[in-house]
Nanobody
Framework: QVQLVESGGGLVQAGGSLRLSCAASGRTFSSYGMGWFRQAPGKERSFVATISRRGGSTNYADSVKGRFTISRDNAKNTVYLQMNSLKPEDTAVYYC???????????WGQGTQVSVSS
């Protein structure tokens, strides 16, 4: 099992940047594909970005391509989401999730709030 704790959320003006971090417990972090998802008020949770177990492959939602970058440091058991050129529509609770060896995202953090003012 893995436990996930997100940090780095906050309030930022449009055009600004934030970096989210997700710290994972356990010694098998490199066995997990990792992802970031978000849920805006009144909307369902949606995919933002994913990264493979060793970091060689990434995928992004069209709405964040070119603005967000997902990365991971397996030595630190941490995955990051660098968010640049933030827009008010990026306002949401951001969740980190883990997928064991290509399975479903079965492990989730508690979420961190990102608010972008216009």
């Amino acid at each position: 099992q893995v436990q996930l704790v997100e940090s780095g959320g906050g309030l930022v003006q449009a055009g600004g940047s934030l970096r989210l971090s997700c710290a994972a417990s356990g010694r098998t972090f490199s066995s997990y594909g990792m992802g970031w998802f978000r849920q805006a008020p009144g909307k369902e949770r949606s995919f933002v970005a994913t990264i493979s177990r060793r970091g060689g492959s990434t995928n992004y939602a069209d709405s964040v391509k070119g603005r967000f970058t997902i990365s991971r440091d397996n030595a630190k058991n941490t995955v990051y989401l660098q968010m640049n050129s933030l827009k008010p529509e990026d306002t949401a609770v951001y969740y980190c999730a883990a997928s064991f060896q290509g399975g479903a995202y079965g492990y989730w953090g508690q979420g961190t709030q990102v608010s972008v003012s216009s």
